[in-house]
């Protein structure tokens, strides 16, 4: 499966540890959306990088309402991120896309997640009724993205835009087993057998962002969450000489697919040699 990142207005530079991660897990076929004067930061990366430039924004660039000066333009990149998303994947007939946010950490070839897509449709983590956290998006062409960018809404940030579609549109990820009280938040378990991150478990086992609270936030419990991931046990677990997040639920041990790093601090939970350990234990 091609794996898309976007890293526009500015370089990301966790974005290489993200890359890095992918690629211990036979992740190749990565493109990396940027501006080309950010190339050589990326060239030795073997990722396939993309001018934004030479992609369509629709006119979003003009006609977003979103912040432009908070944090160099966060809310207004956030959300111009789909309009090049879409233009690349309709421009490149593209099927069969992961997009990732720039921190987060990733745990599986994807490749091998192909056949448990049962819709055509995006997948998102929905991690209550009202917000989407897309740290991990499955797009299976640009048809099924186009009723995102035709209807969105330059007035609302992308969370709030995602989570105004149903799922004739959006298809949840499951965010926890679904051994009882079967919700929107877990009843695609079954086409996985393991679980997606939004945003909670990366912000629980290594803490937020320290521009929003600094010193040592490991063990922040995500306020809009459905799930509290604090009532569970984590561990990681060697599979194939890589370590890999898993949860601990009813006595099952889960896989995890992907940890949004919040804190930024993506080498501290790299495959091959994890150092958070804190809430996070190796499995023995």
């Not at 930024?264 to 091959?272: P, R």
Request: proline share 3%; with cysteine; aromatic share 14%.
């Amino acid at each position: 499966m091609k794996i898309i990142l976007v890293s526009t207005g500015n370089l990301q530079e966790y974005i290489i540890d993200n890359i890095q991660n992918l690629k211990l897990f036979g992740n190749n076929d990565i493109v990396v959306i940027t501006e080309n004067h950010y190339f050589d930061k990326l060239k030795d990366l073997d990722v396939t990088l993309v001018d934004s430039s030479e992609l369509d924004d629709y006119n979003f660039n003009n006609t977003s309402n979103l912040n432009k000066h908070f944090r160099n333009g966060f809310w207004h990149l956030c959300s111009l991120r789909f309009f090049y998303l879409y233009s690349y994947i309709e421009k490149n007939q593209l099927t069969d896309c992961i997009h990732l946010e720039n921190d987060v950490m990733s745990y599986i070839n994807f490749d091998k997640l192909k056949t448990c897509f049962k819709h055509n449709k995006v997948y998102a983590t929905f991690d209550c009724d009202t917000r989407v956290i897309p740290s991990i998006l499955y797009i299976p062409n640009s048809k099924a993205f186009e009723p995102i960018i035709n209807n969105y809404n330059t007035h609302r940030n992308d969370m709030e835009n995602l989570a105004r579609f149903d799922e004739t549109v959006i298809v949840p990820f499951p965010i926890y087993l679904n051994d009882k009280d079967i919700n929107k938040f877990n009843k695609n378990f079954d086409d996985f057998h393991c679980i997606f991150d939004g945003a909670a478990m990366g912000q629980y086992l290594g803490g937020i962002d320290p521009r929003n609270q600094p010193g040592d936030t490991r063990g922040f419990v995500n306020e809009t969450c459905i799930i509290k991931y604090n009532h569970n046990i984590f561990y990681w677990v060697l599979e194939d000489g890589l370590y890999a997040p898993h949860i601990l639920i009813n006595n099952r041990v889960i896989k995890v697919i992907n940890l949004h790093i919040h804190s930024k601090q993506l080498n501290q939970f790299m495959s091959n040699n994890p150092k958070e350990e804190l809430l996070i234990k190796k499995y023995n």
